[in-house]
């Protein structure tokens, strides 16, 4: 099983506004939702008066959340055509590998320029996605957490030569992720992203100021921007 974090677990082979606000449940997709999301808006305000909207992502990066997430990213860029920015707001301490990959490769491709904005805590696979935006952000009490890839075995207590074998070409493969991703959006050299990605001993837990000066971050956000629209991606509650 592949995770950014600990916690989570995956198979291996697999006014603002003026008066008031309007509120909104929002499905994106078309069967099932797989997180709760809604939608805060300017009231009376037209699709071709946006120019700024807002997404807040909290909670664990898994697949179906991500879904929902490229899905809102596909709808403010098809649905105002006057908009400047997206700022999206992330408070998560990682989750699924490929997930987080997708979301990047989702921001990367956003045809209107995203700022990523770490609200408190950005770890772990959560920083693949947080790395893609043109400009990254920080709460100035934030921090960030970068990490190896871990896999954990649920089919057996046993491990044989060829299943120790899968497991390492799996964190071998996902440390190369972050590694790639990390080379782009961070100043931290060759031995220092080895160092980072070979054991939790060398982890880097580091807060905004050190974030700056790494180049993960761009600067300080200084408090949430003021938009026209905003999402909200929660984890959905039990049923």
């Given at each position: 099983m592949l995770t950014g974090h600990l916690s989570i677990e995956r198979n291996l082979m697999s006014g603002i506004l003026f008066k008031t606000l309007s509120v909104l449940s929002l499905s994106l997709l078309p069967l099932q939702s797989f997180a709760d999301i809604s939608v805060i808006k300017k009231n009376n305000i037209k699709p071709g008066n946006i120019e700024y909207a807002k997404v807040l992502y909290s909670g664990d990066v898994t697949e179906n959340k991500t879904v929902e997430f490229i899905s809102v990213l596909d709808e403010i860029n098809a649905n105002y055509p006057k908009l400047k920015k997206i700022y999206v707001y992330i408070n998560s301490y990682g989750g699924d590998m490929d997930s987080g990959y997708m979301a990047y490769e989702a921001i990367k491709s956003s045809l209107v320029?995203?700022?990523?904005?770490?609200?408190?805590?950005?770890?772990?696979?959560?920083?693949?996605?947080?790395?893609?935006?043109?400009?990254?952000?920080?709460?100035?009490?934030?921090?960030?957490?970068?990490?190896?890839?871990?896999?954990?075995?649920?089919?057996?207590?046993?491990?044989?030569?060829?299943?120790?074998?899968?497991?390492?070409?799996?964190?071998?493969?996902?440390?190369?992720?972050?590694?790639?991703?990390?080379?782009?959006?961070?100043?931290?050299?060759?031995?220092?992203?080895?160092?980072?990605?070979?054991?939790?001993?060398?982890?880097?837990l580091i807060n905004s100021a050190t974030a700056i000066d790494k180049k993960i971050a761009s600067g300080l956000a200084n408090g949430f921007s003021d938009v026209q629209i905003s999402y909200y991606i929660t984890e959905k509650p039990n049923q």
């Open positions: 320029p995203v700022t990523t904005v770490n609200l408190s805590m950005v770890g772990s696979s959560a920083t693949l996605f947080y790395c893609a935006g043109a400009e990254r952000l920080s709460m100035k009490g934030a921090s960030f957490l970068l990490h190896p890839a871990a896999v954990t075995n649920e089919n057996s207590n046993f491990l044989k030569p060829d299943s120790l074998k899968n497991m390492q070409e799996a964190v071998n493969v996902y440390n190369n992720m972050f590694d790639t991703v990390y080379k782009e959006c961070t100043t931290y050299t060759d031995t220092e992203r080895k160092n980072i990605l070979y054991s939790e001993n060398g982890r880097a």
